[in-house]
């Protein structure tokens, strides 16, 4: 069963660092904290992904029906090691106190959150054999959705027909995937009555989050080196890199999920010999699957 990272955290009582860094990912990242995590035996996951339907047919008395059968495209999703050493110096322990070992495990952790979040989107194994493929390198042909239908081979404005288009190209959409300023446009667009359907709930971190047609809006605002993960930067259907994207996701079970071989290891490791700072591990097998062709739509 896929689980997403706070449930994941509740699950480990008694382990109590463990539990507080995976919920500490959940809490750095929106998107993070929204995707459901399965656990996979080995290193890698073999699955079918659905690319055409069987033919049905309606037949007459003695008739026989025409054979048919559906498309399937074979997939491989492969475990990536993601994670790092966590340091606190012994001296600023004494100076500071307990708590700095804390603070400075905290910082690491959101590092790395923001790390694999930036992945997510923007990872592309052709030019890092390292991480996983993100979504934009995934997403091709029908399900790349062009800012303005009317004008598809042109840098466009957003238009809202787009974006509705984009969520009906995904089936059972659960949530749409945007930068900051994306965002804002879209609230701008609803305070001056040109269109869009905008509500706000309260997630369970306290949250106020926006909703678009019922369907909450992630952000994935900036990576662990202060870049945008998803600022206007991108290259448009026009040429230049000015545009940016909108993504309709659904996220769960059969449709997209993360991957992993069991939860986080989360390990404190005491003092080391080669200098005096306390390190805690934390590692994690980790990769991406969308096992659906109608799981996720770019705009």
């Given at each position: 069963?896929?689980?997403?990272?706070?449930?994941?955290s509740?699950?480990?009582?008694?382990?109590?660092?463990?539990?507080?860094?995976?919920?500490?990912?959940a809490?750095?990242?929106?998107l993070l904290?929204?995707?459901?995590w399965?656990d996979i035996p080995?290193g890698a996951?073999?699955?079918?992904?659905e690319?055409?339907?069987?033919?049905?047919a309606f037949r007459?008395?003695?008739?026989?029906?025409d054979e048919s059968v559906?498309?399937v495209n074979?997939?491989?999703?492969?475990?990536?090691?993601?994670?790092?050493?966590?340091?606190?110096?012994k001296?600023?322990l004494k100076?500071?106190?307990?708590s700095?070992?804390?603070?400075e495990e905290?910082?690491k952790?959101?590092?790395?959150?923001l790390?694999?979040?930036?992945?997510?989107?923007?990872?592309?194994?052709?030019?890092?054999p390292r991480e996983?493929?993100?979504?934009?390198v995934?997403?091709?042909?029908?399900?790349?959705i062009?800012?303005n239908l009317?004008?598809p081979n042109?840098?466009?404005?957003?238009?809202?027909?787009a974006?509705d288009?984009?969520?009906?190209?995904?089936?059972g959409?659960?949530?749409l995937?945007m930068?900051?300023?994306?965002?804002r446009?879209?609230t701008?667009?609803?305070?001056a009555?040109?269109?869009?359907?905008?509500t706000w709930k309260i997630?369970?971190?306290g949250?106020?989050?926006t909703?678009?047609?019922?369907?909450?809006?992630?952000?994935a605002?900036?990576?662990?080196e202060?870049?945008?993960?998803?600022?206007?930067?991108e290259?448009?259907?026009?040429g230049?890199?000015?545009s940016?994207s909108i993504y309709?996701v659904?996220?769960g079970?059969?449709?997209?999920?993360?991957?992993?071989?069991?939860?986080?290891?989360?390990?404190?490791l005491?003092?080391?010999?080669?200098?005096?700072?306390l390190?805690t591990r934390?590692?994690?097998?980790?990769?991406?699957?969308?096992?659906h062709?109608r799981?996720?739509a770019?705009v």
């Amino acid at each position: 069963m896929a689980l997403t990272l706070l449930e994941a955290s509740k699950r480990n009582s008694g382990d109590v660092v463990r539990s507080a860094v995976i919920q500490m990912f959940a809490e750095n990242s929106q998107l993070l904290s929204v995707i459901p995590w399965e656990d996979i035996p080995g290193g890698a996951l073999a699955y079918t992904q659905e690319g055409k339907l069987p033919g049905v047919a309606f037949r007459g008395f003695n008739e026989a029906y025409d054979e048919s059968v559906g498309i399937v495209n074979p997939q491989v999703e492969t475990l990536r090691i993601a994670g790092g050493d966590l340091d606190c110096d012994k001296a600023l322990l004494k100076t500071r106190g307990e708590s700095i070992r804390s603070d400075e495990e905290a910082r690491k952790v959101k590092a790395l959150t923001l790390n694999i979040t930036s992945k997510i989107i923007n990872g592309d194994s052709a030019t890092n054999p390292r991480e996983f493929d993100g979504f934009r390198v995934r997403i091709s042909g029908s399900q790349l959705i062009p800012a303005n239908l009317s004008t598809p081979n042109a840098n466009a404005p957003l238009s809202l027909e787009a974006l509705d288009a984009a969520i009906d190209a995904v089936d059972g959409p659960t949530h749409l995937i945007m930068s900051k300023g994306m965002r804002r446009k879209l609230t701008n667009a609803a305070r001056a009555n040109v269109g869009g359907d905008i509500t706000w709930k309260i997630d369970e971190f306290g949250n106020r989050i926006t909703m678009y047609n019922d369907l909450p809006i992630v952000i994935a605002d900036y990576d662990d080196e202060g870049q945008d993960i998803m600022g206007f930067d991108e290259a448009g259907p026009a040429g230049g890199n000015t545009s940016g994207s909108i993504y309709v996701v659904n996220f769960g079970s059969g449709y997209v999920t993360g991957l992993q071989n069991g939860v986080m290891d989360v390990k404190d490791l005491g003092e080391i010999d080669a200098k005096p700072v306390l390190r805690t591990r934390v590692e994690w097998l980790v990769g991406l699957a969308v096992m659906h062709g109608r799981a996720i739509a770019r705009v």
